[in-house]
Structure formats: structure tokens, C-alpha cells
């Protein structure tokens, strides 16, 4: 198909998020760096988040742009080694681990980054989640037009190890279940538009439903998280809940304004982090919350658009496991910051701190916009007098 105009909507909306990220950053960044010196003994400059997120914008705007720009027909040539990467990448960082490497991050009990230095730190579940997107969309592509969709061994046997270790190396040896849900939701979202038979997508979400369950049950921190979800914990395990909507509340209408958060300066744990919601709605209140909502359902709808009108079965998926990867995390995170599911650990897509998750997700949506190049137009979205001209010109 011929290329035309991209989608202009999404790249406006991921650089406007990308922008309101670093103007939160920018305004809670001296005060998490005071919080950080004082209880940790550390060093930082007022400037360091800042900085550190600016850093990461340019990076995430780079990566975009070259995923715009670079075909997608060469991209899906290293589908298969990006998600050979990411599951080697997570083995061998659990490998480090547990040999005490200084490589290993690990925060909590959990070992979820490599420890680069100077250079920052890298998370692998976020080469994953590219991986799958790639790499599911295009075994789902190829099976279909090959009638094996359906065959245990051509289709399933590959689709549920990639998904099986993904989630395994996720869930289990990272600890990290908010990530999880993201990696669930991108596997689901493609094996739904896959054209699937109901049952066995049934079966593969009981099984999924199963391993989840196990999950909770299995993590005392999980359990806790959930009474407190039911109103049955301590006031010390609903600490973090029960200050981010203090922070929400507080922010009213129109925000208490740059550099008066109370929250940002120690009470709201991960303030730059998973709770960048809740200082969001106290610095900025109830519009600038407002804004950044708008913002991310205009850019999920868009991409929801661009998936409709393509014509190959493979450029949806990738849409299609992008839109699932944003929403995931922006339902996910916005829900547990307002008390409307179990607090779990999840980032705000473009917004909070850091800059893997940024840079691979601007990876996925630079793709889409590309895709959305060339994407099928809709005869009944033309003027009338513009289709009947090409009538009159059709019959002459």
C-alpha cells in the first residue's frame, strides 16, 4: 500500500506526555533528592532527577523518531533476537543475583535492573514486552496465512514458551508483578485478534487466571497488599494507599503548585515512581490529573483507530500489543493510586522516573506511528460531493 500522512495525534500526544513527565520531575525532583540525602545519607543534587529524566526524554525522542523512521519490514527481520534478548537478558541478570554480582540491582528482595554505573540501569522485562509485541504479532501473522494457527506444534508449542519463560522470568525470578500485567495483557490482547477459537483462548486465560492466583498466594507482601485492598490490614500496610489519596485530596481543583508538595517530600513512598499520579493531583489537582487522562485516552483511541484501518494482520498486532502495553499500565497505575484495585508496583507510561520503560515503549509507539502510514482509508468518512465526483470519474 501506498505510504501517506502518518497519525499526527500520536506523535503529538507521546511528546505533550513525554513533556508533562519531565515538568513533574522538574517540580518534585529537589524534594525526593532533600528526602533521599537525608534518610539514606546520599548526595544528590537538587538538579539530579532532573537531569537524569531529561536524559531519558532525549533518549525516549530519539528512539521514537528512529522507529518511525527506520521500514518496519527490516524491523521485523530482528523480532526474534530482540525477544531471544530479553529472556537471555533476565536469565542472566537472575544468574548474577544470585552470585552477589554488584551488576544485579536488587532493591526490596527483588532483582529486576542491571546495575550499569555511570551509564544508569537498564530492566530487561521492558526488551521483553518489545520482544513479545514483535515477535507474537508476527508468529500469529505467519500461522494464519499458513493455516496452522490451530496446530499444537506449529503455533501453541512456540507461543506458550515464549509466553511461559516471559512470565516466568517476570513474575517469579523478578518479583515484579505490576510489570507482569502488562506482559499478560499484551499476550491476551494479540492472542484475542488472532482469530483464536474461544476455547482455547478460554483455556489460556484460566491458565494465566491459575498462575496469577498462585502468584498472590504464593508472596506474603502480595497477601498483604490485597487485605489491605479489603480493608482488613493495619494502618502501617495501608500507609502508601492511604497517603496517595491524601496527596489527590489535597490538590483539590487547580493543584496546591510547583514545589508545595507535602507528599514529595518522604510521607508517599515512590514518589517519582509508581506514585507520580498522586503527587501529580496534588501539585497540579484535579485539572492537571484531568489533562494527563485526556491525554492518554486520545492516544489509546488513536492507536485503537490505526489498528481498524490496517490492512495486514501482522501491522495490527503490533498496534494492537502496543495499545495493550500502555493501557495496562495507565489502568493499572491510575487504579491502585485512587483505591479502585490492590496497590501494585507499575509505572505511568512517559511520566514517571526512569528511562528503559520510556525509551522501549517510545520504541513501540514510533512503530505505530509509522503504521498508521499506511493504514486503509474509509470511503464513508469522504465528503459526498468528493464521492460522487470519483463516481462521475469512475464512469467516464
Not at 288 to 296: K, N, P, R, Y
Request: glycine share 10%; charged share 15%.
Amino acid at each position: 500500500m501506498r505510504r501517506h500522512k502518518s497519525d499526527r495525534a500520536i506523535a503529538v500526544l507521546t511528546l505533550l506526555l513525554l513533556a508533562i513527565g519531565l515538568m513533574v520531575i522538574y517540580a518534585i525532583g529537589p524534594m525526593r533528592a532533600n528526602f533521599m540525602n537525608s534518610a539514606y545519607g546520599t548526595e544528590y543534587d537538587a538538579n539530579y532527577f532532573f537531569t537524569h529524566q531529561l536524559v531519558s526524554v532525549v533518549l525516549a525522542i530519539g528512539a521514537f523518531i528512529l522507529a518511525f523512521k527506520y521500514p518496519y519490514e527490516k524491523v521485523r527481520t530482528f523480532a526474534k533476537w530482540l525477544m531471544v534478548a530479553g529472556l537471555v537478558a533476565s536469565g542472566l541478570l537472575a544468574l548474577l543475583a544470585l552470585m552477589g554480582s554488584s551488576l544485579a540491582s536488587c532493591q526490596l528482595g527483588a532483582c529486576r535492573w542491571y546495575n550499569l554505573g555511570a551509564l544508569g540501569s537498564f530492566q530487561p522485562a521492558e526488551l521483553i514486552k518489545l520482544g513479545l509485541v514483535l515477535y507474537l504479532a508476527q508468529l500469529v501473522a505467519e500461522r494464519k496465512k499458513e493455516g496452522k494457527l490451530e496446530n499444537s506444534s506449529d503455533f501453541w508449542l512456540p507461543f506458550g514458551v515464549v509466553s511461559g519463560l516471559s512470565l516466568c522470568f517476570v513474575i517469579l525470578v523478578q518479583k515484579d508483578l505490576g510489570t507482569g500485567v502488562a506482559v499478560i495483557a499484551i499476550i491476551l490482547a494479540i492472542l484475542w485478534m488472532s482469530g483464536v477459537s474461544l476455547r482455547k483462548f478460554g483455556l489460556v486465560l484460566l491458565v494465566i487466571f491459575g498462575l496469577g492466583v498462585g502468584a498472590i498466594i504464593s508472596s506474603p507482601h502480595r497477601m498483604e497488599r490485597l487485605m489491605t485492598f479489603g480493608g482488613e490490614a493495619d494502618a502501617d500496610s495501608s500507609y502508601h494507599i492511604d497517603n496517595a489519596m491524601i496527596a489527590i485530596g489535597t490538590g483539590g481543583f487547580l493543584g496546591v503548585g510547583i514545589g508545595n508538595s507535602v507528599q514529595a517530600t518522604g510521607y508517599l513512598p515512590e514518589s517519582i515512581n509508581d506514585s507520580v499520579f498522586a503527587v501529580m493531583g496534588e501539585t497540579y489537582g484535579f485539572m492537571g490529573l484531568f489533562t494527563v487522562v485526556a491525554c492518554f485516552t486520545v492516544l489509546l483511541l488513536r492507536l485503537l483507530k490505526t489498528a481498524d484501518r490496517l490492512a495486514g494482520l501482522e501491522e495490527r498486532l503490533v498496534v494492537i500489543g502496543t495499545f495493550a502495553w500502555v493501557m495496562a499500565h495507565v489502568v493499572v497505575n491510575i487504579a491502585a493510586m485512587t483505591g479502585l484495585m490492590p496497590l501494585t508496583g507499575i509505572t505511568l507510561p512517559l511520566l514517571s522516573y526512569g528511562g528503559t520503560s520510556m525509551v522501549f515503549l517510545s520504541l513501540a509507539l514510533g512503530l505505530s506511528l509509522q503504521l498508521s502510514c499506511y493504514t486503509e482509508r474509509i470511503v464513508a468518512d469522504e465528503p459526498v460531493m468528493q464521492k460522487v465526483g470519483a463516481k462521475r470519474r469512475r464512469m467516464q
